[in-house]
């Protein structure tokens, strides 16, 4: 009878080790590609914590269409295998998102260990006809293009009664927030409806070989529309402890920025639909502050990277090397050429940084040809800028548009105007 026992206990640990083990795919269930994918994800919650979306699709198709967004539990693995995931025509919301933020959400806890990994060719994709498009700022419109004066993007919904007439945080295409441990990798974007990927208080993350097909403008029925604030990378309000190497591409904004801003007394709260942040737009102190973030390897036709602070936010300790702008001539460069390969400062956000708030800057091995190499533009402090080639317009490959007294222990080393 023992022994009888012994076989069962054995027979039940082999089944349970093949579960476990086991690939959960959203062909594994029914539904749409939405409902599919998500409940792939909510099966892995508590078993394999893991999923792969395969190239094919059991509906016959080789795509996942996305109705509204995907999100994501700590713990969780998602496997993109050569497969193109997109957006709907009628999505208005993020492609993934962390499941601890949205609408309503006001007090977010922290979450922990989120990847989404390519293995392939791995395309994720905007709407062939987007409902919304561009920042919380921008107002929708069919015909940005003929708007001279106005903060506008594309949007279909643009001038339907009851539809929220601007952009917010819902266009960003992947959108991060209080979590700690997160890997992106290996993934190719187009065509985002504005950021393509925004970190807020995140932590200990590792992004690398992200490349980017998103320019300025995209073709609805064959007429050019304008796509405002399409910002590869986003670090916003706190992120810490970042790796992010191999980014490239084409973008309609900064390739990457890092921001710390504190714009009293505009504020938006945790799941303000009207916000472009999904947390708080609210500086709280130290906690706030980006810092520790390494940047390597990246290129890009119009902006690198940019850091931000306004009034008393901070952001420091940021190391980057290798950076090249470059403009390209199949794809016209907004407003009219790259105004920095590297920004230091930042106007129009609020207060003025506060003196020394942004310090502890090393930027390396810089390459670029537009309307400056490195733009400084707030009393920084205690920063090194090495190895740059500049072949752009300005005089110097380093531009002060304030007084460079206001400046404390700044070293410039080999910045060659050629």
Same mark, same amino acid.
């Given at each position: 009878? *023992?022994?009888? $026992?012994?076989? +069962?206990?054995?027979?039940?640990?082999?089944?349970?080790?093949?579960?476990?083990?086991?690939?959960?795919?959203?062909?594994?269930?029914?539904?749409?590609?939405?409902?599919?994918? %998500?409940?792939?994800?909510?099966?892995?919650?508590?078993?394999?914590?893991?999923?792969?979306? =395969? *190239?094919?699709?059991?509906?016959? $198709?080789?795509?996942?269409?996305?109705?509204?967004?995907?999100? /994501?539990?700590?713990?969780?693995?998602?496997? +993109?295998?050569?497969?193109?995931?997109?957006?709907? @025509?009628?999505?208005?919301?993020?492609?993934?998102?962390?499941?601890?933020?949205?609408?309503?959400?006001?007090?977010?806890?922290?979450?922990?260990?989120?990847?989404?990994?390519?293995?392939?060719?791995? /395309?994720?994709?905007?709407? @062939?006809?987007?409902? $919304?498009?561009?920042?919380?700022?921008?107002?929708?419109?069919?015909?940005?293009?003929?708007? *001279?004066?106005?903060?506008?993007?594309? &949007?279909?919904?643009?001038?339907?009664?009851?539809? *929220?007439?601007?952009?917010?945080?819902?266009?960003? +295409?992947? %959108?991060?927030?209080?979590?700690?441990?997160?890997?992106?990798?290996?993934?190719?974007?187009?065509?985002?409806?504005?950021?393509?990927?925004?970190?807020?208080?995140?932590?200990?993350?590792?992004?690398?070989?992200?490349?980017?097909?998103?320019?300025?403008?995209?073709?609805?029925? !064959?007429?050019?529309?304008?796509?405002? #604030?399409?910002?590869?990378?986003?670090?916003?309000?706190?992120?810490?402890?970042?790796?992010?190497?191999?980014?490239? &591409?084409?973008? !309609?904004?900064?390739?990457?920025? /890092?921001?710390? +801003? @504190?714009?009293?007394?505009?504020?938006?709260?945790?799941? @303000?639909?009207? $916000?472009?942040?999904?947390?708080?737009? %609210?500086?709280?102190? =130290?906690?706030?502050?980006?810092?520790?973030?390494?940047?390597?390897?990246?290129?890009?036709?119009?902006?690198?990277?940019?850091?931000?602070?306004?009034?008393?936010?901070?952001?420091?300790?940021?190391?980057? #090397?290798?950076?090249?702008?470059?403009?390209?001539?199949?794809?016209?460069? =907004?407003?009219?050429?790259?105004?920095?390969?590297? /920004?230091?400062?930042?106007?129009?956000?609020?207060?003025?940084?506060?003196?020394?708030?942004?310090?502890?800057?090393?930027?390396?091995?810089?390459? &670029?040809?537009?309307?400056?190499?490195?733009?400084?533009?707030?009393?920084?402090?205690?920063?090194?800028?090495?190895?740059?080639?500049?072949? &752009?317009?300005?005089?110097?490959?380093?531009?002060?548009?304030?007084?460079?007294?206001?400046?404390?222990?700044?070293?410039?080393?080999?910045?060659?105007?050629?």
């Amino acid at each position: 009878m *023992k022994y009888f $026992s012994l076989l +069962l206990i054995i027979a039940y640990s082999l089944s349970a080790n093949a579960h476990s083990n086991r690939t959960i795919t959203p062909n594994d269930f029914t539904g749409s590609d939405t409902e599919r994918i %998500q409940a792939a994800v909510n099966a892995a919650r508590g078993t394999t914590r893991k999923i792969v979306i =395969p *190239k094919g699709n059991s509906n016959g $198709s080789n795509s996942w269409i996305i109705d509204r967004a995907i999100l /994501l539990p700590g713990n969780m693995t998602v496997i +993109l295998d050569n497969c193109t995931v997109q957006l709907s @025509d009628s999505c208005r919301d993020n492609m993934f998102r962390s499941d601890n933020v949205g609408i309503g959400i006001t007090h977010p806890e922290w979450s922990y260990n989120i990847n989404i990994i390519g293995e392939g060719d791995v /395309l994720l994709k905007g709407a @062939d006809n987007p409902r $919304s498009t561009g920042d919380a700022y921008r107002t929708l419109t069919l015909a940005p293009e003929n708007e *001279k004066n106005r903060r506008v993007s594309y &949007g279909s919904d643009a001038g339907k009664n009851g539809i *929220k007439q601007t952009g917010d945080w819902r266009n960003n +295409l992947i %959108q991060i927030a209080y979590v700690d441990g997160i890997h992106l990798k290996n993934i190719t974007i187009e065509n985002s409806h504005a950021w393509a990927i925004s970190f807020e208080r995140t932590r200990n993350a590792g992004i690398s070989d992200i490349r980017f097909k998103n320019p300025e403008t995209i073709s609805i029925n !064959g007429i050019q529309k304008k796509v405002y #604030n399409k910002d590869g990378i986003n670090l916003r309000h706190g992120c810490k402890y970042f790796s992010i190497h191999n980014i490239t &591409g084409i973008n !309609g904004d900064d390739l990457i920025a /890092l921001s710390s +801003l @504190d714009v009293a007394p505009f504020y938006h709260t945790h799941g @303000d639909v009207n $916000s472009y942040q999904i947390t708080s737009t %609210q500086w709280n102190g =130290p906690e706030d502050d980006t810092e520790q973030i390494f940047i390597t390897n990246c290129q890009t036709n119009y902006t690198g990277v940019a850091i931000r602070a306004s009034d008393n936010a901070s952001i420091h300790h940021v190391y980057i #090397n290798g950076i090249i702008t470059k403009a390209r001539p199949d794809t016209p460069a =907004p407003y009219g050429g790259s105004p920095y390969t590297l /920004l230091v400062g930042g106007k129009g956000y609020g207060q003025p940084s506060a003196q020394e708030r942004i310090h502890h800057i090393y930027a390396m091995n810089l390459m &670029g040809d537009g309307k400056s190499l490195i733009l400084v533009e707030s009393p920084i402090a205690n920063c090194v800028f090495m190895n740059g080639i500049y072949t &752009g317009i300005a005089p110097t490959a380093i531009t002060y548009t304030i007084d460079k007294t206001e400046t404390k222990n700044i070293s410039e080393v080999n910045l060659v105007k050629n």
